[in-house]
């Protein structure tokens, strides 16, 4: 911060400095000797008034020199033209307030440093000089501008775009088909789009996610988690929770006793896995992972007056999901680190109801935000399920009797926690 104030200090110094060699020589161009009051710059008031309007152009042998304080840029285009006998046209969309002093250059050097430095558009056709609003509002603007059509390789257009300055979203264009933005504008300003592009549109950071999906049950995640409930590098690790609620920790490395246990889990049929999958994905990108069913459900829909005559019924088929979901979105940070936000969900669907025919949907789910570091582990427990299944048994004929057939059917229901 210092420094760029000294920095500025220094500059206007200098600009203070050359007004004031530039009055001197102007003053002994005509054979007059400046005053020193003269020859210093004018205060930005005078007894309380606003500065007025000062416009100085000079031809040399040397250059064109130009000293102007706010005056309007087409008043000061007109005398230079007029001044130096060029053949200047000059949009009547032009509307600036020009400060400037440029000493000893060539006309066509002026023209294009106000050009540049206020946003205009410059060209030279068959001799004749013109001049126009940069973004191109009018005709005449647009014939002294270019267009430029870039194709973001990483970046969606749309994305681009909005990465832009705000002023310029405005004339920016998009092509949705070839990923492309596109403006119209001088060859100053799209030199600049093409280089803040190039800012953005960089690959992001590929993220390798091996998952590992274990149902338990209950007893088995009960003595997994006594038996693995350890901590690592300060940070604890449970499995699952007595309460029941989800629990997500991060560890440096799993033991090859892990896995073993596992395996051994998993052949007495305690625990099963439900996928291994490895997923790669970007930096900022989903990945998900959907182990279930799908189940279609048929549901009659009546069209019609809904008074029963002449109404016209058709059957609607829907289906629903039913399984284990995982959501997962990584971030890349600093240090080695990864952000990730974990989505996990588990859904059942219990037995159609007799009334509606339709089954009832139980979901548990929870999200989440964790930091851990490249190489480390996400232990997501407690997402608990609790099902009831019931199995009913009747002695053929028997069973159907009016009264007596009770004394031959049996229902036995259970309770599966997983």
């Known amino acids: 911060m210092c420094t760029r104030i000294r920095i500025l200090a220094v500059a206007l ?28 710059p004018s205060s930005p008031e005078n007894n309380g008034q606003p ?15 130009v000293f102007a304080v706010g005056v309007d840029a087409q008043e000061l285009l007109t005398r230079l033209a007029k001044e130096t006998g060029i053949r200047l ?8 307030t020009v400060t400037i002093n440029l000493v000893n250059m060539p006309v066509t050097r002026i023209l294009e440093i106000i050009a540049a430095a206020y946003g205009l558009s410059y060209r030279e056709v068959n001799g004749i000089f ?39 979203q405005d004339h920016v264009k998009t092509n949705a088909e070839q990923n492309a933005v596109i403006l119209s504008a001088p060859p100053e300003v799209l030199k600049k789009f093409r280089e803040d592009i190039k800012q953005f ?5 590929q993220i390798m996610i091996d998952v590992l999906m274990v149902e338990f049950t209950d007893s088995a995640a009960r003595e997994f988690r006594a038996q693995w409930g350890w901590s690592n590098d300060g940070r604890s690790l449970t499995v699952d929770s007595p309460l029941g ?53 048929s549901t009659p829909v009546s069209i019609g007056s809904g008074r029963g005559e002449g109404d016209f019924f058709f059957r609607q088929t829907n289906f629903i999901d039913a399984g284990v979901r ?50 480390e582990t996400i232990i997501i427990g407690g997402l608990i399920q609790r099902e ?31």
């Open 89 to 96: 046209i000059v949009d009547d969309t032009v509307r600036r």
């Open 245 to 297: 609620q989800v629990v997500f920790r991060s560890v440096t490395t799993l033991p090859t006793e892990f896995f073993t246990s596992l395996r051994a889990l998993v052949t007495q049929g305690k625990a099963r896995v439900h996928a291994n999958p490895r997923i790669a994905t970007v930096s900022g990108q989903r990945a998900s992972i959907f182990i279930g069913k799908q189940r279609y459900l």
């Open 51 to 65: 500065q007025q309007p000062s416009l100085e152009v000079t031809v040399g042998t040397e250059g064109v020199s």
């Open 326 to 375: 995982l959501n997962i979105t990584p971030w890349t940070g600093g240090e080695g680190e990864i952000i990730v936000d974990v989505q996990p969900e588990i859904s059942v669907l219990s037995a159609p109801d007799p009334k509606t025919g339709l089954p009832d949907k139980s979901t548990r789910r929870a999200n989440t935000t964790v930091r851990v570091r490249d190489g």
């Open 13 to 40: 110094l200098i600009v203070g400095l050359t007004g004031t060699i530039y009055a001197q020589e102007v003053a002994q161009r005509r054979g007059n000797s400046p005053s020193p009051a003269a020859a210093q």
């Open 130 to 168: 013109m001049l126009s609003e940069g973004i191109p509002r009018s005709p005449s603007s647009y014939l002294l501008s270019d267009i430029d059509t870039i194709t973001t390789q990483y970046v969606l257009a749309p994305n681009a775009k909005s990465l832009l300055p705000v002023f310029l």
């Open 388 to 418: 009831l299944m019931s199995t009913k048994t009747r002695v053929p004929v028997l069973g159907d009797i009016p009264l007596l057939g009770q004394f031959f059917r049996s229902e036995d229901t259970k309770e599966s926690v997983t």
């Open 201 to 205: 549109d960089i690959p992001a950071a």
